[in-house]
């Protein structure tokens, strides 16, 4: 059964949550206390050296990085290669999906989720400089969303997963979500896929 190394507040480890719960895939939660610092414990840090979570162990396969490990479990549970819709098989399908997976690395995480993480983990960021990025971040998500029920297809993928947990976070780095109406339609369409799963400071 997959080991999932899980910190309850963090939008990256939301991300893997989701995941599992919409595809249903049975595995075990290890709870990872970051104000506790399990995650730079030596048991930690030979699974990940970065002394990051989320993590997941699969037998003999380790993985850290949410987008990592959305990738492996659409790949794995998502369907055929085919047929795969959270991970479709055809190039430039796959490529839309990861161009997205890269923004919520760059543009997501040093905008909104910095700011967040300033404002509540004492994180050592530039607070106005993350929230502009943030701004920026998501009149990107709007632009698209404007014209798009969903990121990268015309049906969610991982992209969604992915840009979803700190964008939706957003107001807790104190970046106001009223400009982004679109975004917030995005939101609710998440919110109501099956399987769907909350986190502190997100929509039930
Ligand atoms: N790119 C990584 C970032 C992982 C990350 O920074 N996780 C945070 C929690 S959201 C963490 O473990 N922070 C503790 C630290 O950096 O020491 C991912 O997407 O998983």
Request: charged share 20%; aromatic share 8%.
């Given at each position: 059964?997959?080991?999932?190394?899980d910190?309850?507040?963090?939008?990256?480890?939301?991300?893997?949550?989701?995941?599992?719960?919409m595809?249903?895939?049975?595995?075990e939660?290890v709870?990872?206390?970051?104000?506790?610092?399990?995650?730079?414990?030596?048991?930690?840090?030979?699974?990940n050296?970065?002394?990051?979570?989320?993590?997941?162990?699969?037998?003999?396969?380790?993985?850290?990085?949410?987008?990592?490990?959305l990738?492996?479990?659409?790949?794995?549970?998502?369907?055929?290669?085919?047929?795969?819709?959270w991970?479709?098989?055809?190039?430039?399908?796959?490529?839309?999906?990861?161009?997205?997976?890269?923004?919520?690395?760059?543009e997501?995480?040093?905008?909104?989720?910095?700011?967040?993480?300033?404002?509540?983990?004492?994180?050592?960021?530039?607070?106005?400089?993350?929230?502009?990025?943030?701004?920026?971040?998501l009149?990107?998500?709007?632009?698209?969303?404007?014209?798009?029920?969903?990121?990268?297809?015309?049906?969610?993928?991982?992209?969604?997963?992915?840009?979803?947990?700190?964008?939706?976070?957003?107001?807790?780095?104190?970046i106001?979500?009223?400009?982004?109406?679109?975004?917030?339609?995005?939101?609710?369409?998440i919110?109501a896929?099956?399987?769907?799963?909350?986190?502190?400071?997100?929509?039930?």
């Amino acid at each position: 059964m997959i080991k999932f190394y899980d910190a309850a507040l963090s939008g990256n480890c939301h991300k893997v949550r989701m995941l599992l719960s919409m595809l249903q895939i049975p595995h075990e939660v290890v709870p990872i206390s970051l104000p506790n610092m399990d995650h730079k414990t030596p048991a930690h840090i030979a699974r990940n050296p970065l002394g990051t979570v989320p993590v997941i162990e699969d037998g003999d396969v380790v993985i850290y990085d949410s987008q990592a490990i959305l990738v492996y479990l659409a790949a794995k549970h998502g369907g055929d290669q085919k047929d795969n819709l959270w991970l479709p098989g055809e190039p430039s399908e796959q490529a839309l999906v990861q161009q997205w997976l890269s923004f919520a690395v760059n543009e997501i995480w040093n905008g909104p989720a910095l700011a967040r993480a300033f404002l509540l983990f004492d994180r050592d960021v530039d607070l106005a400089r993350c929230q502009a990025a943030g701004k920026a971040a998501l009149s990107i998500l709007e632009g698209r969303l404007r014209q798009h029920d969903w990121l990268a297809l015309d049906h969610p993928t991982i992209a969604d997963i992915a840009c979803y947990p700190y964008s939706a976070l957003a107001e807790a780095g104190e970046i106001s979500l009223a400009p982004y109406e679109a975004v917030r339609a995005w939101f609710k369409r998440i919110e109501a896929l099956p399987g769907y799963v909350s986190m502190p400071g997100l929509g039930d």
